[in-house]
């Protein structure tokens, strides 16, 4: 039993019948751990403990200059991190490193743009929260356009963007 639907009873205003938990009060008892898991679909999604050692195969899959978005520090900082990047030089990938330090704009992404576009990246990988998972798409699909994001930005821009793009990993 992975939640107990009873431990979900409740109104909004966090009240809960007799015996039941408000539903924003989960039992801890209720939960178990999620097994690892891959899904068969497109895009391949594999899901559990330790899945960043296979990101270096993935990743040559695609080509050999890998394009990797972090955070801004804590990552960098770790022991994954030093063993991805030794993993990834032993399979002679070429990888550089850029930082997105916060909610990426238009100028942020458009700056990564000229500064990645003549580089032939083939796969861009994002590891960290939302801001860096943001940037990782933008840049996935405006590097093959290296045009301003802006001009395809929902109700601010006039163009359409051809759908094409370069692979993109989180």
Known sequence: ???DAAAVAGGMDGKAEAGRYPYHCLSYRSFKMVN???LSRVPRILFGNGKL?????????????LLILTGRKSFLKSK??????????SKK????LEPIPHEPSPRIIDDLV????????SVVVSI???SVLDAGKALSAMLPLGEPVKD?????????????KIPFIA
């Open 1 to 3: 039993k992975a939640v």
């Open 36 to 38: 690892d898991f891959v």
């Open 53 to 65: 050692s296979v990101l270096p195969g993935l990743v040559k899959a695609f080509g050999d200059n």
């Open 80 to 89: 994954q991190a030093d063993k991805l990047i030794g993993e990834l030089k």
């Open 93 to 96: 990938i070429k990888l550089t």
């Open 114 to 121: 000229r500064k990645h576009s003549l580089k032939a990246v």
């Open 128 to 130: 960290g929260g939302g």
């Open 152 to 164: 395809y930005l929902e109700g601010v821009g006039t163009r359409k963007h051809p759908g094409t």
